[in-house]
């Protein structure tokens, strides 16, 4: 008889986040390599249940009944938390071995030390950490957190780098498209959740002292910090017409900003891993990121980095940049980084390290 195996996808209510990205693509590939016929079981928030959305498997959705009977009877061989704040289950609520994926610490970079919000996000991931077999991280300065602020052994923690999201779209298609704001002049983008690790605030002083837009693509629900980009506008003198929160899009969108931008501006001050930047690489074009967290291991010698965060210091690494591309390596560099990620590397490690754990 196969082994019974349930992979969680807590994170699928938007697709503008990175989460819902490495769910979707990681579990589609687990499914296309499933070599073992494991029997695949899909934990799903329900309004997805009849979607599909990985292919061949169960698609199973909580209920009072589930959380009863998954603490009592073990269901499941193995059961693999794709992200380390899982909603649908806890893994202390439920019996068989398991697996956490731990995409990043941020909790640390986000809030004062010993403050409320700090010591409750220390308190869960510990919690979490402490009821699995086996921790994988997506990056190495991931692994290198957990042991440090978790004390957890390195050498028990796996690396698994996440893939590229190729485009499944014709070329054509997306140059034929028509994105919900379709800017008049050259811009520059960024992508993601617009809160603050984000640090998307810094970049309107940066554009001012360039002769581009910008487009600031993702969602907008922390209205607080929507305001203070749209304050840091005013406060360096820029026409509200070159600075564009554009909200969530489509991923025709997204593709048609990748393709026809100048460059891609990522300052983010914590990220376990920045799919972000592997898209822009795809499109092999000028990539500006910060020196924070898990970027320069992501983005190597591809990519330009911001010495600070001072606005023409900025703007002085983006205008070189955008000059020097078509004289520099940096476009083979990056068509090399995005070989170096790939889903079906990512899920042949995520099956061989399922066999691993269920063969102890």
Request: hydrophobic share 35%; charged share 25%; aromatic share 14%.
């Amino acid at each position: 008889m196969s082994s019974k195996i349930l992979l969680t996808a807590d994170q699928m209510a938007t697709s503008s986040t990175g989460l819902y990205h490495f769910t979707l693509e990681l579990l589609k590939e687990i499914v296309a390599q499933n070599s073992e016929n494991y029997d695949l079981n899909f934990l799903v928030p329900s309004r997805l249940k009849n979607e599909n959305l990985f292919g061949k498997g169960t698609y199973r959705t909580r209920s009072i009944f589930n959380k009863m009977l998954w603490k009592l009877i073990p269901e499941f061989d193995l059961i693999h938390f794709t992200q380390q704040h899982p909603t649908l289950i806890k893994p202390t609520k439920i019996r068989g071995k398991k697996i956490l994926t731990i995409h990043d610490l941020n909790y640390m970079y986000e809030y004062p030390e010993h403050s409320t919000e700090y010591n409750n996000f220390k308190y869960h991931i510990s919690k979490w950490v402490g009821a699995a077999d086996h921790i994988t991280a997506i990056s190495q300065y991931a692994a290198n957190d957990i042991a440090r602020h978790l004390n957890y052994p390195i050498e028990d923690i796996k690396v698994i780098y996440n893939g590229v999201n190729i485009p499944q779209i014709p070329q054509q298609e997306i140059e034929n498209h028509t994105p919900k704001f379709r800017p008049d002049r050259p811009f520059l983008f960024t992508i993601g959740t617009v809160i603050s690790k984000k640090n998307f605030h810094v970049l309107p002083g940066m554009m001012h002292h360039l002769d581009q837009d910008l487009i600031i693509a993702g969602r907008t629900d922390n209205r607080e910090y929507y305001e203070l980009i749209r304050t840091e506008c005013r406060r360096f003198g820029l026409n509200p017409d070159r600075v564009h929160l554009v909200g969530e899009i489509t991923e025709l969108d997204k593709h048609w900003y990748y393709k026809h931008c100048s460059g891609f501006v990522f300052p983010s001050i914590a990220e376990g891993f920045g799919l972000p930047v592997l898209e822009a690489f795809y499109y092999q074009k000028p990539t500006f990121l910060s020196t924070h967290t898990a970027l320069p291991e992501i983005g190597g010698d591809a990519a330009w980095y911001f010495p600070s965060f001072d606005p023409e210091e900025m703007a002085e690494t983006v205008r070189n940049g955008l000059r020097d591309f078509g004289q520099s390596d940096k476009a083979e560099k990056a068509r090399e980084r995005v070989e170096l990620f790939s889903w079906k590397k990512a899920a042949f490690e995520y099956l061989s390290l399922y066999k691993e754990v269920l063969q102890l």
